[in-house]
């Protein structure tokens, strides 16, 4: 059945464009330590389209890595929230993006319209370099809908801070806690602009 998915997104893979302004892939920033790991959220909002699968790239700064679990599949989950019978599939590719593949066995549409989607799991080396960093969705990501058409988002930057400051991590911690902000093509800000802002994944119009 997995083939079957994969082979519909194949099928369908230059049919339409996806509507930029109601439909939008966002990172969650993280906070983390050399030697440590953190989660990553891939946030989604699909408020014009249902969809049921998708397949995105994801490339990670130097640095970084995917942990992978005991059998050496990345670590990567599924929101149970935004779910029907939907499975992922990840992989490490050789030159050490993480490709992701979320698909329904029927073809249901992903729940609820925004929000994080899945999360992913990485390891900031021991002799990672200390700053700010971005992990990227590569090219366009793809997109099928339960009518089997395909749309496209355009690549997103995540904020991932790498930081051996125990007080910086606290207070990146705290900001985190407090809402991150961005604006509708998934930019961090650093406060709230006039017009629609998305805080902890919910839109909000700011006056």
């Known amino acids: 059945m997995k083939k079957i998915h994969l082979l519909v997104l194949a099928l369908f893979a230059c049919i339409a464009g ?18 440590e790991t953190a989660n990553i959220e891939l946030c989604m909002r699909n408020e014009a ?5 998708l397949e995105a790239e994801i490339q990670l700064p130097e640095g970084l890595s995917v942990v992978k679990d005991a059998e050496g599949n990345p670590q990567a989950t599924l929101y149970r929230n935004r779910i029907a019978d939907h499975e992922i599939l990840a992989n490490v590719l050789a030159d050490g993006k993480l490709k992701l593949l979320v698909s329904s066995v029927s073809g249901q549409a992903l729940d609820n319209v925004e929000g994080p989607l899945l999360s992913f799991c990485v390891r900031a080396e021991d002799t990672a370099p200390v700053g700010e960093c971005a992990v990227e969705t590569v090219g366009e990501s793809l997109l099928v ?11 997103v930057k995540g904020i991932v801070q790498i930081t051996d400051d125990a007080t910086s991590i606290e207070s990146l ?13 998934g930019q961090r800000l650093n406060k709230k ?15």
């Open 18 to 35: 996806w509507a930029e302004d109601n439909n939008k892939f966002y990172f969650t920033d993280a906070v983390i330590k050399p030697g």
């Open 49 to 53: 389209t249902d969809l049921s699968c």
């Open 145 to 155: 809908n339960a009518s089997a058409e395909a749309f496209y988002s355009v690549g």
């Open 173 to 185: 911690q705290e900001q985190s806690r407090n809402g991150l902000i961005y604006n509708t093509s």
């Open 193 to 207: 602009q006039k017009g629609i802002n998305i805080i902890n994944g919910r839109k909000e119009l700011h006056k």
